[in-house]
């Protein structure tokens, strides 16, 4: 009954307090946010408590979707800040600020090699790694805009919308990440 429903209308039922109308909306794109929130913060059990803190703050606020911009853009807007927010309160908490996150999520690896063979995977796991810590020495909103770019395929007019800027800020903010991210796993190259 509710599979048929738009996205508009499964928000609007859930704002009626409509569960089961809910769980079909968080069924569609529950896995497409876990992966961003997964690449963007580089650890699986982190995403997952992220994820259900996210669609909890859907569900809250269900009742403010309007269809102007596309639900699958205000669900990438709501993810995109509480990403943010979250790595900058953890910057600030001298328990995470030790801790050097260098795990390499499949889609980083990927990103470095489609194809590894054994007597490479090592050397391709250090190199995404490499790519991993680059990504997340970026600036917050450099590093969203990349992963959503190169991750999860979105346009530059969908980032926009998703860091409610600019197109011409987004181009920005990719051009220097990419930039500095260039430099940094140059530098780190020569080591």
């Known amino acids: 009954m509710h599979e048929q429903r738009t996205d508009f209308e499964l928000l609007k039922a859930a704002s009626g307090k409509d ?23 580089g650890d699986r059990e982190t995403a997952r408590d992220l994820v259900q803190d996210i669609f909890l703050k859907v569900y809250r606020a269900a009742g403010s979707y309007t269809p102007d ?55 391709q796991q250090e190199r995404a790694r490499m790519v991993r810590r680059a990504l997340d020495s970026l600036p917050l909103r450099q590093k969203m805009a990349i992963t959503l770019l190169r991750f999860e395929g979105l346009g530059y007019k969908e980032i926009a919308q998703v860091l409610e800027c600019s197109v011409s800020a987004v181009e920005s903010l990719i051009f220097r990440g990419m930039e500095a991210l260039k430099k940094l796993v140059a530098k780190e190259l020569e080591k």
């Not at 569960?19 to 913060?41: D, I, K, P």
């Not at 639900?71 to 979250?86: E, G, V």
């Open 19 to 41: 569960a089961g109308a809910f769980r079909v909306f968080m069924a569609r794109y529950q896995e497409r946010v876990y992966g961003l929130v997964c690449r963007f913060t």
């Open 69 to 123: 911009a596309g639900a699958f853009t205000w669900l990438y807007r709501i993810t995109a800040n509480h990403c943010i927010n979250f790595l900058q309160s953890r910057k600030k908490d001298p328990l995470y600020a030790a801790e050097e996150d260098t795990a390499a999520t499949p889609a980083v690896l990927s990103a470095v090699s489609r194809t590894a063979t054994q007597e490479t995977s090592l050397e």
